[in-house]
């Protein structure tokens, strides 16, 4: 048998498809299964009753994770003058403008959060559509787009995610490392939902939080109880 079928055949013993799991639970099977070397991550993945063809619908925003992340998140500033200086004093990986726009288009993507100066947008707009598909335009509305470079920059690297329902209303984000304690873990979990809950747009009917789930980078998913949270 290989390792791929014993993998599965001890997530079938181990986890119940239908079963909606306490949050605590869930976390510990997903520990009890890992499989892998290296250091998996924890992803959240809420479905929301939302219909986000309507803008006032649209959930979208961000969360500190209490615990952090576990992992380096490189940042990518567009900023020129004072701004920059104060970018690369708060711990900017990368800062500048017209030269990292030309490398992005030439196919350099070796960072994971983006954040501009309102007087960069124009240099940014060029590669929205590098940007946009992937999830990394800078926006105004998650603190993205500012002149406050230094607190955005020291969020951002302490463990704040960025989240955003699609078109069917999911919502996925990335909540720290299996390695991390699961009590560690429930509360990143804990703070994200919650977040999410607070952000209930008032024209949104019906059951809001309807599906919740937990996973690792090679576990499986569990359904869990949203009263556990």
Known sequence: ??????????????????????????????????????DESVDVALRL????????QMVRG??????????????LVFA????????QDAGADYVGGEEYA??????WLEFDRVVATPDMMAVVGRIGKIFGPRGLMPNPKVGTVTFEVESIIKNIKAGQVEFRADKQGNLHASVGKISFDTDKICENVSALVDT????KPSSSKGIYLRNFSVSSTMGPGLKVDPQTT
């Open 196 to 199: 999410v809950k607070r952000m």
């Open 1 to 38: 048998m290989n390792k791929q079928s014993k993998r599965t055949k001890v997530f079938q013993e181990k986890v119940d498809a239908e079963k909606l799991y306490p949050l605590k639970e869930a976390i510990e099977i997903l520990k009890e299964v890992k499989a892998t070397k290296f």
């Open 102 to 107: 030309k490398k992005i288009q030439e196919g």
């Open 62 to 75: 961000t969360c500190s994770m209490p615990n952090g992340l576990g992992k380096e998140v490189r940042v």
């Open 80 to 87: 020129k003058a004072d701004k920059a200086i104060a970018a």
């Open 49 to 56: 009753g939302v219909d986000t063809r309507k803008a006032e």
